[in-house]
């Protein structure tokens, strides 16, 4: 007898919840501010979910509610600045469509990374908030119906893109029914899959929702023709930072006195607007991939430059390496030395190659391996260098360090060059931005802003570029009388 209550209880406990819930099949805003426990827990700090937020839920509940267009695809882009609650949204939405029993929801994202550290911890978030989250069995890459009847056929799945491996979203079909397809970071998603994707759309009398949304890193691509050529096929918002609550205003006035109001990394990262350049890439990942399978030849001869950066934060790392024209060595990576340490292996490193140069990062701890340097008697060939200088062409660059960045990957194009076999390598030289000042100035990413986004300071790339601050004049023999110039055409090139 206990137990049938008990049960009995639990059936008009679900009924009641059904009944609560169905007025909100074609209504997100409603759904969102009814399950979610806002004022409290959490959410004690948010009264409901954010303007903008709003905004974008009630115009696709208003689609939807339609029946003159609630079985056409509602195609809807989000383009904005750091730290608005892009994630949350795409929690919340997300726990409103697998309300319909029998959705299929597919969330991808521009990297495998960002799916899995922020894009899927931020659904959990909302999944352990959710009035309803006991219909559900959330796992590691999909959240499943509880129902074993229905689990193949009532799910959202995480699905890392590739280009050569679009079938997860070809196969996107749920006639009848209802689809949820989501582009988290929409701005780096491949074009194909984009292509493939559209695939989905065409069920009849089915509810098709997409969502794209993202900074706007890139200037051409998919993701920019919604805000451009096919703006009048989707519905677009664009948000800035400063506008929304519970962003951090400190964090983007000091971006805005750093780069500039009307610079691209501004433009992206605060104001939601696409950049200018067409790529915020500075080094292609294919130059830098074919350089480590490359061996350079004719070098011998050239002068030999060492350079050093030196770790400012526990989490970075020292990082010694050497170029002699077109071949780079890494002579060593170090973690936890102080500038004794460092100087210690810098003239172990110099007695043994012999460098024509040692340049080393004098911002920070850097000052003070300088400094022993010069009391131990090796401040012939040091340059110590600073990358907020002025660059020595000004028209072309913001500062020295996007200097000697743009001259490394000017090196990297002329092609022929050799790097070590180093992940971790390619990993710093491809993953900094640039954009361009006010002055349309190349303007290199910082590596606290580079943290921001998840990456890991570019230290063997920054040391790499440093190489290139310091122009040597080519002599014929390496025992003959040694030249420095400023600049000197070529020298840095190896040829």
């Known amino acids: ?88 949204l795409v929690g919340m939405l997300t726990l409103w469509a697998m309300c319909q029993p029998d959705c299929k929801a597919v969330i991808t994202a521009n990297t495998e990374v960002q799916l899995r550290t922020k894009t899927w911890p931020e659904l959990a978030k909302w999944y352990r908030l959710a009035l309803h989250r006991h219909w559900y069995n959330f796992g590691a890459t999909s959240i499943t119906a509880r129902d074993p009847k229905h689990e ?25 029914n209802r689809i949820l397809l989501v582009f988290d970071e929409a701005s780096s998603i491949n074009d194909l899959v984009w292509e493939v994707a559209e695939g989905a759309l065409t069920d009849e009398r089915t509810e098709i929702i997409w969502l794209c949304l993202g900074n706007p890193t890139l200037s051409t691509g998919r993701f920019r023709e919604c805000f451009g050529r096919l703006r009048h096929r989707w519905h677009t918002l664009q948000v800035d930072s400063r506008t929304v609550e519970g962003t951090n205003k400190a964090q983007l006035d000091q971006w805005i006195e750093d780069y500039g109001e009307d610079s691209d990394f501004v433009r992206v990262r605060v104001r939601g607007e696409f950049p200018r350049s067409g790529s915020s890439q500075l080094i292609p990942s294919d130059l830098v991939a074919g350089a480590r399978r490359t061996k350079a030849e004719g070098f011998e001869r050239l002068p030999i430059i060492m350079a050093c950066d030196v770790a400012r934060f526990g989490d970075d790392q020292t990082v ?35 460098p024509d140069a040692i340049v080393v990062d004098g911002d920070g701890l850097g000052a003070g391996v300088v400094d022993q340097l010069q009391h131990r008697g090796y401040s012939k060939g040091l340059f110590e260098f600073h990358g907020g200088e002025r660059p020595r062409d000004f028209n072309m660059y913001f500062n020295r ?95």
């Open 1 to 88: 007898m206990v137990q049938q209550a008990f049960e009995n209880n639990l059936v008009n406990l679900q009924s009641t919840l059904i009944r609560k819930l169905a007025p909100y099949r074609w209504d997100p805003l409603g759904f969102c501010e009814k399950v979610f426990p806002w004022g409290s827990g959490e959410l004690i700090n948010s009264a409901g979910p954010r303007p903008w937020q709003r905004q974008m839920l009630a115009d696709i509940g208003t689609h939807l509610a339609n029946p003159a267009t609630r079985h056409r695809p509602t195609l809807n882009a989000i383009s904005s600045g750091h730290g608005i609650g892009k994630s949350a």
């Open 152 to 176: 193949r056929t009532w799910r959202c799945d995480m699905v890392p893109w590739s280009e050569t491996n679009t079938e997860a979203f070809a196969g996107l079909h749920n006639q009848g």
């Open 320 to 354: 010694i390496g050497m170029r002699q024209g077109r071949k780079y060595l890494i002579l060593g990576k170090y973690r936890g030395l102080d500038t004794v340490q460092v100087a210690e292996r810098l003239i172990a490193f110099h007695d043994n190659h012999s």
């Open 401 to 495: 360090r996007s200097e000697v960045w743009g001259l490394m990957r000017d090196w990297f194009h002329n092609g022929s060059v050799e790097i070590p076999d180093d992940p971790e390598l390619e990993a710093d030289l491809t993953g900094p931005e640039y954009g361009f000042s006010s002055k349309n100035q190349i303007q290199f990413e910082r590596k606290e802003d580079m943290k921001r986004r998840g990456l890991a300071s570019p230290d063997l790339g920054d040391c790499l570029s440093m190489t290139f601050a310091v122009d040597i004049a080519y002599r014929s023999q390496r025992t003959s009388q040694l030249v420095y110039q400023f600049p000197s055409p070529n020298a840095w090139m190896g040829y």
